[in-house]
């Protein structure tokens, strides 16, 4: 297998992923209770758009035999964001209380798992490349990083705060 065929099938499986974290948040919409929730998982979805759009551009340059090129892709990428500031969060996790939102607490895990499992993906590929392949595996990984970061966030407070909570007996 060539060079070329290898990466083909590295970003052909990385869009498949990025597609299917997308289709889980654009499910995960509809179990939502939270206004903040929502607005984040809404911005997670136009993000996962762009990483879409960002390795459809790389996979049309590979399979014409055109070598990785960034200069394009690098406009099409969302500006990093906090989903949250801190008040929302405060907000978002005082009416995860009030309402014992245990579905929002399962979904936060499993986007937690999805974006780790990509990010630690990305990183490991890019150990296996180099030049503007190795580059934009590190920008993949380095966007799903921030998502991880995210989740986790939230998955660690709801932890902490669904163990201390009486739970009757």
């Known amino acids: 297998m060539s060079s070329y065929e290898n990466l083909i099938k590295i970003f052909e499986y990385a869009l498949q992923q990025e597609e299917t974290g997308k289709a889980f948040f654009q499910n995960s919409l509809q179990r939502m209770g939270a206004g903040a929730a929502i607005s984040a998982f809404k911005r997670l979805i136009q993000e996962e758009e762009h990483h879409i759009l960002f390795i459809n551009k ?21 500006e990093p964001t906090n989903f949250f500031d801190e008040r ?27 974006e780790k499992d990509l990010s630690e993906f990305y990183e490991k590929m890019s150990k296996q490349t180099e030049g503007k392949t190795k580059e934009a595996l590190q920008m993949l990984s380095a ?27």
Not at 58 to 78: C, F, M, T, Y
Not at 95 to 110: R, W
Not at 143 to 169: A, L, V
Request: contains cysteine; hydrophobic residues 40%.
């Open 58 to 78: 790389i996979l049309k340059d590979l399979k014409q035999g055109n070598p990785v090129e960034l200069l394009v892709e690098k406009s099409a990428v969302l």
């Open 88 to 114: 929302s969060k405060s907000e978002f996790l005082q009416q995860c209380l009030e309402g014992s939102m245990v579905p929002e607490v399962t979904i936060f895990n499993t986007a937690w798992l999805i």
């Open 143 to 169: 966007w799903e990083e921030g998502h991880e970061k995210f989740f986790r966030e939230f998955r660690d407070k709801f932890s902490e705060i669904y163990s201390k909570m009486p739970w009757g007996g």
